[in-house]
Nanobody, 124 residues
Framework: QVQVMESGGGLVPAGGSLRLSCVASGFTSGIYTMGWVRQTPGKEREFVAA????????EYGDSVKGRFTISKHDADNAVYLQMNMLKPEDTAVYFC?????????????????WGRGTQVTVSS
């Protein structure tokens, strides 16, 4: 079993930056993918970014490319989402999740372990 917990959400003005953190614990050797998904009320979840557990692969959703960066810190089993040039449309609850394999995937429907989410609000 794997547990994930996000932190770092908050209120930021448009054009600002924020960094989200996600720590994985438990059976981390079984993780192949760590990623972020966001959701606003009344809308489906949107893929934001993913990174392989080896950190050799990473992908981004089209709406955040060039502004967000996903990274991994092995010592802490932590994944970070650095969000720059934030826009009001980035406002959402951001969920961190882990995929238990058997391969790396950006299909978040295959990610088994989810955090509770952290609210990001970008003011205009």
């Amino acid at each position: 079993q794997v547990q994930v917990m996000e932190s770092g959400g908050g209120l930021v003005p448009a054009g600002g930056s924020l960094r989200l953190s996600c720590v994985a614990s438990g059976f981390t050797s079984g993780i192949y993918t760590m990623g972020w998904v966001r959701q606003t009320p009344g809308k489906e979840r949107e893929f934001v970014a993913a990174i392989s557990w080896s950190a050799t692969r990473r992908e981004y959703g089209d709406s955040v490319k060039g502004r967000f960066t996903i990274s991994k810190h092995d010592a802490d089993n932590a994944v970070y989402l650095q969000m720059n040039m934030l826009k009001p449309e980035d406002t959402a609850v951001y969920f961190c999740a882990a995929g238990g394999g058997p391969y790396y995937t950006t299909n978040y429907s295959d990610w088994q372990y989810w955090g509770r989410g952290t609210q990001v609000t970008v003011s205009s």
